[in-house]
């Protein structure tokens, strides 16, 4: 029989072998490692092949470029945007972002109450920017 098939068979040892591969490239950055939580929207196919998933920070990262005109002209109301859509992802920084937008009305009309309530949200999820802009309102 052509093109026959043999399987190959999975030991403890070679698995640990496996393994041990797979954290030696990642060490030496033969390719890119990523946390499961930094996704969402993942969808499975047969086997548990992943074949569609949403970088979380994926719409801050592009906001940023519209905000600042990297690789693009600069257009505050797409960086606004943009972070709207991270925050919906509840990306600490995006929503810190979407938030500064709102304090100081960067593409949208100015609103304190929900920049202070971003700010909240920003900081309970860690994010160090979110918490100074909470104080800014404690302080004021």
Known sequence: M???????????????????????AITKQYFKY???NNF???????????????????????GNCYWNGDRTDVDKKKAFESYQKAANLDDANGIFNLGYCYQY??????NKKRAFELFQKASNLGDSSGICGLGYYYDN
């Open 40 to 62: 969402n929207n993942i969808e499975e196919g047969s086997f548990g092949t992943v074949y569609r998933e949403n970088w979380k920070n994926a719409s801050t990262n592009l």
């Open 34 to 36: 990523y946390e499961y």
């Open 2 to 24: 052509s093109g026959s098939f043999t399987p190959t068979i999975v030991t403890r040892n070679s698995y640990n072998e496996y393994i041990n591969w797979i954290e030696e």
């Open 105 to 110: 009305g960067i593409g949208t009309d100015v």
